[in-house]
């Protein structure tokens, strides 16, 4: 049963500092949810929480309940591990893996949970790399260093990483903020051909960006989720006064 | 005897303790700086840190005393492995905290994107970081094997010297620093002039080691260094 992304109540900590307080968010399967929100607000840590990358950070604690696509996320006897291999997570500064090929890079997912087998391999990197973008710069280097490549090539590697596993969602830390508007405007059309696919939460800075790309969208603000709702409602209609501030850079 | 077969069994003479010392030094430094690196824990990790960087500072005459007590005075008899032990115990603190700053220089976000894909820890570590920082603590592991290749003091009372070829980990053996100590102190030109050779042959040694970390660390793509 698909049906999204269903948050209740999340709390999340780190050390003695409360940086998410009651987050309630629903979305859609196969679509895209935006997260806008000032620095600091707990965007990032909140999609952190949604795949237990969160918890990562010494001292980090979380409370609260994440049902992704059916399945409680934090339910003891959950192993992390196996959340993490079913939402993808792509991050602001592409990190491909320094001692890695374009090739390896994209089959790591694969190849160091045990897959061997090469002909599985090649069609994975193959069908990963086209599913983002960028198969056909990338085909007759495929043997070069994975840093070699540009910037807005590596984030495309790296989403061709995480897709490589087959996810069924997948959670963008401001994928965009570190590329110019050329290679932001190919990130963004991939999203959109993306979540034919797969449910995609994408936290970013650029208002914008939001409005193109997702059908729902998340104010957060100090650590609480202000206003969720349809993305061109909150945009043209927002609800809530702070909302309205933040959008029309009215802010502070 | 044919002189290949001379060859090795010198090589062999030559380079036991070393050998046994990094057979035993090598798995548990790097296994240590691991440790250090991925512990949560606080108290034990400091502990182990401040240890390793006082042992670092011992002279190595102390580390022979401590192996002459723990190996050859139970074993009743001067021996290779006295002298590998003591030596492993010189390595140990240098593999140890090398091992722990290159794994700390990879960058954090390297570790988050190799878990992020749904990789067990172990993993992570064992196939991302280490493979970064490889590098790095190659270059660590050979300025340690560089090192105890010239001790001299710790091996006086372990290994002990002997006139003989090796025969056996179990029994006294020559070591090359040894030798040139023990040549260098006789009172005739001649023996003075093997000290010289042995002497020539030991920087050899120790150039050839660093050339061969410059060659491993080369790599394919650049890496923490």
Known sequence: MADGIRVRDLNAWFGSLHVLKGIEVATAPKAVTAIIGPSGCGKSTFIRCLNRMHEVVPGARVTGTVLVEGEDVYAPGVDPVDVRRKIGMVFQKANPFPTMSVFENVAAGLRLAGTRNRAVLNEAVERALTHAALWDEVRDRLDQAGSSLSGGQQQRLCIARALAVEPEVLLMDEPCSALDPIATAKIEELILELRKDLTIVIVTHNMQQAARVSEATGFFLLGEMIEFGVTRELFTNPRDKRTEDYITGRFG | ?225
């Not at chain 2, 030559?14 to 548990?28: M, R, T």
């Not at chain 2, 140990?92 to 820890?121: D, K, N, Q, Y």
């Not at chain 2, 002497?199 to 970390?213: E, K, M, P, R, Y």
């Open chain 2, 1 to 225: 005897m044919t002189s290949s077969s001379v060859r090795t069994r010198a090589f062999r003479t030559v380079l036991a303790c070393s050998a046994l010392a990094s057979c035993l030094g090598l798995p548990l430094g790097i296994l240590g700086g691991v440790y250090l690196t991925e512990s949560r824990d606080r108290r034990l990790p400091w502990l182990i840190r401040f240890t390793a960087d006082v042992l670092n500072g011992v002279p190595s005459i102390v580390i022979g005393i401590f192996a002459y007590t723990v190996v050859v005075l139970p074993m009743r008899r001067f021996s290779a492995l006295a002298g590998g032990v003591a030596l492993a115990v010189i390595m140990l603190p240098i593999v140890v905290r090398t091992t722990e700053e290159m794994m700390r220089l990879v960058p954090g976000s390297l570790r988050e994107a190799a878990l992020a894909l749904g990789l067990p820890e172990w993993k992570v570590i064992l196939r991302v970081v280490l493979p970064t920082a490889r590098a790095g603590i190659i270059t660590g592991v050979m300025v340690a094997i560089a090192r105890i290749a010239g001790e001299t003091a710790p091996l006086l009372f372990t290994a002990f010297g002997n006139r003989f070829w090796h025969q056996g980990p179990d029994q006294p053996i020559a070591a090359l620093p040894l030798q040139i100590f023990a040549y260098a102190i006789a009172p005739y030109d001649d023996w003075h002039r093997q000290a010289w050779a042995g002497a020539l042959v030991l920087i050899l040694l120790v150039f050839l080691v660093s050339l061969a970390a410059r060659v491993a660390t080369r790599g394919r793509y650049s890496a923490v260094r």
